[in-house]
Nanobody
Framework: QVQLVESGGGLVQAGNSLRLSCTASGRTIGSHSMGWFRQNPGKEREFVAAVPWVGTSTRLADSVKGRFTISRDKTRNTLYLQMNSLKPEDTAIYYC????????????????WGQGTQVTVSS
């Protein structure tokens, strides 16, 4: 079993930055790919970014390319999402997830989820 805990969310003005962190405990996640999703009330969970279990080839949603960066520190069992040039439409609850697949961009491919952290971007 893997437990994931997100942190780093908050309220920021448009144009500013935030860095989300996701710390894993329990079984090692060294062999899992990791990802970030976001969700607003009444809407489906939306893919944001993913990083594979090996290698550095990341995936980013078109809506965040050029602004967000995903990275992981396996020695610390921690996943990061650096969010720059934030926009009001980035407002959502952000979820960290782990997948036993090589890399995944679909929520159904993820096996473990955190509880989420709220990000609110004011205009």
């Amino acid at each position: 079993q893997v437990q994931l805990v997100e942190s780093g969310g908050g309220l920021v003005q448009a144009g500013n930055s935030l860095r989300l962190s996701c710390t894993a405990s329990g079984r090692t996640i060294g062999s899992h790919s990791m990802g970030w999703f976001r969700q607003n009330p009444g809407k489906e969970r939306e893919f944001v970014a993913a990083v594979p279990w090996v290698g550095t080839s990341t995936r980013l949603a078109d809506s965040v390319k050029g602004r967000f960066t995903i990275s992981r520190d396996k020695t610390r069992n921690t996943l990061y999402l650096q969010m720059n040039s934030l926009k009001p439409e980035d407002t959502a609850i952000y979820y960290c997830a782990a997948s036993r697949t090589t890399i995944a961009t679909t929520a159904a491919d993820y096996d473990y989820w955190g509880q989420g952290t709220q990000v609110t971007v004011s205009s």
